[in-house]
């Protein structure tokens, strides 16, 4: 009875393991300012709507509101680089991220204007 106890214990605590990571991996990750990365290295993708995008525009960012980012990763978008995402706070970058990693595997950073 020990015994199917202990692995009915340890396949939960697997399962757990693996749903947590999961989540985890789904995150985007904050981009610090480093010397050898330019904006040539990522695709840039503007999460905010367009009256923010417009009023504080980011240089060569793709313009596609967080509400409009499902349909256009599935319709036409494609990046082979590392994905940047500019964003108003961490909720919309990280559902963002969620989405894009859906149809895409590359790394995913945000910042915040």
């Known amino acids: 009875m020990s015994m199917i106890y202990v692995y009915i214990t340890t396949i939960v ?3 757990l393991l693996a749903l947590g990571y999961r989540h985890l991996a ?4 904050k981009l610090e300012v ?12 503007d999460i905010r709507d367009y009256i923010s995008s417009h009023r504080s525009p980011y240089p060569n960012a793709e313009n596609i509101p ?3 980012l499902n349909r256009e990763m599935k319709e036409r978008y494609a990046c082979r680089k590392e994905i940047l995402l500019i964003t108003d706070d ?13 149809n895409q595997s590359q790394t995913i950073y945000y910042v915040q204007p």
């Open 13 to 15: 605590l697997v399962v």
């Open 26 to 29: 789904s995150r985007p990750k």
């Open 34 to 45: 480093r010397g050898t990365s330019s904006r040539n290295d990522f695709c840039i993708i």
């Open 66 to 68: 967080l509400s409009y």
């Open 90 to 102: 961490f909720r919309g970058a990280r559902l963002a991220a969620k989405i894009i990693r859906k």
